[in-house]
């Protein structure tokens, strides 16, 4: 298995801009988790999805942050409009149900850049 | 009483010693405590976790220590060697529940 795939790895915009980042989770991954990280906030949950259903976005900054799951093996984050207090890592991750989501496989994060 | 407080924040070791990094939790229906590490560039990954019913857990110089009474469990890194140099996050979760992760430590060995 591939693992986690995030794309892109590495987006330097301006402000203003949308910002879309993708996801796609292990296959027979049930679980799939976005996570922000930062040097003042560490690692941020911001929202997960079990079964394509988002279950929690409580973590969402505000209303310029949306994430859809529209199938098992797609996941998007988006930022519109983008501020320079977005750059951050932003990770996904995916978990089995079945073990509990006890385990995550972290993809290797997309940078993101807000200039 | 969901947080998990981790320290330190950052840690210097000299190659060959011991690197022990602590955790607190509040909540005692936590049921499962992973520790995971993370090298630059990279996502965190699993290292290695341990569940409330035994003290200690061991897997090569790895060892997990958990003090169930006072809440608390501590990731040992024995014999640390500077590819050991990443950052280690604690984490806790119930049943069902997701992760809650500690802030996070910075391990530098130095050669």
């Keep these: 298995d591939a693992g986690v795939i995030q794309s892109p790895r590495h987006e330097v915009t301006e402000m203003g801009q949308e910002v879309t980042l993708r996801c796609k989770p292990i296959s ?5 988790f976005w996570y922000r ?3 003042m906030r560490g690692l941020e949950l911001l929202i997960y999805f079990n079964n394509n259903v988002p279950i929690d976005d409580s973590g969402m900054p505000e209303d310029r942050f949306s994430a859809k799951m529209p199938n ?9 409009p983008s501020e320079p207090r977005d750059s951050a890592v932003y990770f996904c991750a995916s ?3 079945d073990s509990g989501a006890n385990v995550l496989t972290f993809g290797a994060g997309s940078r993101l850049t807000v200039l | 009483q969901q947080q998990v407080k981790q320290s330190p924040q950052s840690l210097i ?12 939790y509040e909540n005692t229906a936590f049921d499962y405590f992973p520790w995971y590490q993370q090298f630059p560039g990279k996502g965190p990954a699993l290292l290695i976790a341990i569940r409330p019913d035994v003290s200690e857990k061991k897997e090569g110089r790895f060892t997990i220590s958990f003090n169930k009474s ?9 014999d640390s ?18 992760l809650t ?10 050669p």
């Design chain 1, 28 to 32: 027979g991954h049930n679980s799939l």
């Design chain 1, 37 to 39: 990280q930062t040097m």
């Design chain 1, 72 to 80: 098992a093996s797609f996941s998007t984050l988006k930022i519109q």
């Design chain 1, 95 to 97: 978990s089995s149900l």
């Design chain 2, 13 to 24: 070791v000299q190659k060959g010693g011991i690197s022990i990094i602590n955790c607190a």
């Design chain 2, 70 to 78: 006072a809440k608390q469990f501590s990731l040992h890194i024995m």
């Design chain 2, 81 to 98: 060697q500077p590819g050991d140099s990443a950052t280690y996050f604690c984490a806790a979760k119930t049943s069902g529940s997701r």
């Design chain 2, 101 to 110: 992760f500690g802030e996070g430590t910075q391990l530098t060995v130095n």
